[in-house]
């Protein structure tokens, strides 16, 4: 539920940690704007408030062509019933209706398509099909603005099926020609140098960009990511049913702005929603900084605006912890690389570094664990691996953001080899579940000066629901 007055106060003041958590729409104009729009305050008893963009379209209003909506930051959530949601609108981000089902969805997130529709609403206010279909339309909207695409390619990279329902839905809820659009904006998000298409990604300040790209530098898989310059590149496949698109991505902070800039090359244009989507999750775009740190209070002081970082594939990191048991960061590091150069696939790229793209589940759910125990792996986590392929590869583990926690840390602990530390630090960054704790872990308990885990545990409750960003903090402390 929204305040009107607290909404209306935020507006007035263009308060930048309010942007993404409400919007504004305009009675006498019907437009709806972010509330950092630099247009004219509107007189309070115009305006009407609502928690995201699609609930806005339902009520017959269009985006904003001067604070465009459709940039505005995310939002998270821990609540049970929101968390529901907040999973369907993530996958619906990342594509998941497109080419599927609500049922399909709602079979993906164990829960009923009907229960889905009820928490879906409650949270939203709009069918998960009416927020589709205005994610698809604010999609386009951002294509036709900033790139040089053309209105037929713009459809089909969208999710539209037909370029005559794109131009007809579109001049309907928007009441703009897609042409007219075009041929106004100012396309200047061609990357000249690579040739790839250039967004920006806004997050709400302030955001240790620095802190997250040491820790992201630190684990980097050698040919599949890379680091440096205040930059990070990496190879990426999505897959869509039986589609595959593969190609890369450069990730950098924007200048003058709060926002990440993205370059994706143009391979992968035909799943750019899945992209964005997922720079977003593993760049913790929606999180909430002030919120964040009045809970963890103190620890959080010293790094303000410090992030957790996601993953690009839920099985890539979930090997990765599994390497990293009981060794260094630095040696987890080495012979991933070897992993990923064994059994990855070769792309070409504009960066020497990047040149990989990491193993699927079922590229790795047959191979004989002593081929991996080769590369410099325990026998024991080789098995390990081989296990947590299969059960991904038939469908017993879920490692998205979708996922259900409760249901993956018990999917997890199941296979031999994954403890309760290295199914949580899959949960917090896979799944992106902000409570996760490993709180077993040798440099909390440094960082905490206390041998005790069960002691660590009980400390964590008052960083709750958190307890993923209190674990950053404390590790920060120790680098």
């Known amino acids: 539920m929204l305040d ?37 305050t509107p007189k309070r008893e115009n305006c009407e408030f609502y928690t995201n ?6 009520r017959g209003h269009r985006p904003c062509l001067r604070c465009r909506p459709e940039l505005a930051p995310g939002s998270s959530s821990v609540d049970a019933g929101s968390r529901l949601a907040q999973a369907a609108a993530s996958a619906i981000g990342d594509g998941a209706l497109e080419g599927g089902s609500l049922a399909d969805l709602a079979a993906a997130l164990r829960t009923t398509d009907r229960h889905l529709r009820r928490a879906f609403n409650a949270r939203f206010g709009v069918s998960p099909i009416a927020y589709a279909q205005t994610h698809r339309l604010l999609l386009a909207k951002r294509l036709l603005t900033d790139t040089q695409l053309s209105v037929t390619q713009v459809a089909y990279a969208s999710g539209f099926g037909s ?98 800039r993205v370059l994706v090359s143009g391979s992968l244009l035909s799943v750019i929603s899945s992209v964005l989507a997922r720079v977003e999750h593993v760049m913790d775009l929606a999180a909430d900084p002030q919120e964040i740190a009045a809970v963890l209070g103190p620890i959080a002081a010293r790094r303000p605006g410090l992030r957790v970082p ?70 024991a986590r080789a098995r390990t691996i081989v296990s947590l392929a299969r059960a991904i590869a038939r469908g017993e ?22 403890g309760e530390w290295t199914a949580q630090y899959i949960v917090m960054r896979a799944v992106g579940w902000p409570d996760a704790f490993p709180h077993s872990d040798l440099g909390l308990r440094k960082a905490l000066h206390e041998n005790d885990p069960k002691r660590v545990l009980m400390a964590g409750e008052a960083w709750r629901p958190w307890r993923a960003y209190a674990t950053m903090h404390l590790w920060h402390r120790l680098g």
């Open 163 to 260: 370029l005559r329902r794109f131009n007809a839905l579109f001049k309907q809820r928007y009441r703009l020609n897609p042409a007219n659009l075009r041929a106004r904006a100012q396309t200047t998000s061609l990357d000249s140098q690579f040739d790839a298409m250039a967004f920006t990604l806004a997050f709400r300040p302030p955001y240790d960009w620095p802190s997250l790209l040491a820790f992201l530098g630190a684990r980097t898989i050698c040919g599949v990511e890379e680091v440096g310059e205040g930059v990070y590149r990496r190879a990426l496949r999505v897959e869509r049913g039986r589609a595959v698109s593969s190609g890369w991505i450069e990730v950098s902070f924007a200048e003058g702005a709060p926002a990440l």
């Open 53 to 58: 963009a699609a609930a806005a379209e339902a």
């Open 310 to 379: 996601g993953a690009f594939d839920g099985f890539e990191v979930a090997v990765r912890a599994v390497i990293g048991q009981q060794i260094s960061v630095k040696g987890a590091r080495t012979i991933a690389g070897r992993f990923a150069e064994a059994f990855g696939t070769q792309i070409a790229t504009p960066f020497a570094g990047v040149s990989t793209l990491f193993p699927r589940a079922r590229d790795v759910a047959d191979v004989n664990p002593d081929r991996i125990a080769a590369l410099g792996i325990i026998g």
């Open 4 to 40: 009107s007055a607290a909404c209306y106060a935020a507006l007035r003041a263009r308060d930048l940690r309010f942007d993404g958590r409400f919007f504004v729409a305009v009675r006498t104009t019907r437009v709806y704007c972010r509330p950092i729009c630099t247009v004219k």
């Open 397 to 418: 583990l879920d490692l998205h953001p979708r996922s259900d926690v409760p249901a993956t840390l018990r999917a997890l602990q199941a296979i031999p080899g994954i």
